[in-house]
């Protein structure tokens, strides 16, 4: 398949445990985390999350991220930044979210936080 620093590897074992596969399709490369658990005030409350995963990987940057199936707010608030896009055989949608990659800094580890800050910071718009 491909490899992913021990580092991430550990984190995705401690927190994702039996929950995450690493995918490929052509060159295309990619993490699933499956039954990833969504803070309150979403619907659904679970759904597998993707990020893309570049071949330059760790130098290359991960950008935004990914769930399946789609992820709206509790009481119809839109979400913008969304689009739907297919990747390993199966529809996402994509949450167009960016920040400054800081190489040998930012790993799988702190695009996880960071996709779990974007959130968190969601539910605190449009209320």
């Not at 309150?40 to 409350?45: E, F």
């Amino acid at each position: 398949m491909y490899e992913l620093p021990d580092e991430d590897l550990e984190f995705l074992n401690v927190n994702f445990k039996d929950k995450w596969k690493p995918v490929k399709e052509g060159s295309k490369r990619g993490l699933i985390i499956h039954s990833y658990e969504l803070p309150q005030g979403y619907v659904p409350n679970e759904v597998d999350l993707m990020l893309l995963i570049p071949a330059d990987y760790p130098i290359g940057q991960l950008d935004m991220f990914y769930f399946s199936p789609g992820v709206s707010r509790e009481g119809g608030i839109a979400i913008g930044g969304l689009s739907i896009e297919t990747h390993f055989q199966r529809e996402w949608q994509r949450w167009s979210r960016h920040y400054s990659w800081r190489p040998g800094e930012d790993t799988i580890i702190t695009h996880v936080s960071y996709v779990r800050n974007e959130l968190q910071s969601e539910l605190s718009k449009g209320t």
